[in-house]
Nanobody, 127 residues
Framework: QVQLVESGGGSVQPGESLRLSCTAS????????IGWFRQAPGKEREGVSC????????YYLSDVRGRFTISRDSTKNTVYLQMNSLKAEDPAVYSC????????????????????WGRGTQVIVSP
């Protein structure tokens, strides 16, 4: 059974950091593109970052580039999203997703609809 479980969300002040984890079971993350998406109340879901399964290339939404870093630990079958310098516009439910499509993640584009999804973890940023 394919399963993705996110963890690491929480409540922080502006400028602080969080590291989200996405742990997979039932499949090897290395064989899938892994994306992080977020959805704030009243807003559409947007792709924040992804790492592909071809050459490890990564994508970042312009609003988070330079602040967020995605990485993969194959030994733990886990993908991380390190979020630094969190801002007031970052709060949302962050979800990770997996897709076997080799083109689900490129340096320029993140596919909007991935095959497998976690339930998400809440990120709150407030003074």
């Amino acid at each position: 059974q394919v399963q993705l479980v996110e963890s690491g969300g929480g409540s922080v002040q502006p400028g602080e950091s969080l590291r989200l984890s996405c742990t997979a079971s039932g499949f090897a993350l290395n064989n899938y593109a892994i994306g992080w998406f977020r959805q704030a109340p009243g807003k559409e879901r947007e792709g924040v970052s992804c790492i592909n399964n071809r050459d490890g290339s990564t994508y970042y939404l312009s609003d988070v580039r330079g602040r967020f870093t995605i990485s993969r630990d194959s030994t733990k079958n886990t993908v991380y999203l390190q979020m630094n310098s969190l801002k007031a516009e970052d709060p949302a439910v962050y979800s990770c997703a997996a897709d076997p499509d080799l083109w689900a993640c490129t340096k320029r584009v993140i596919k909007k609809s991935y095959d497998y999804w976690g339930r998400g973890t809440q990120v709150i940023v407030s003074p």
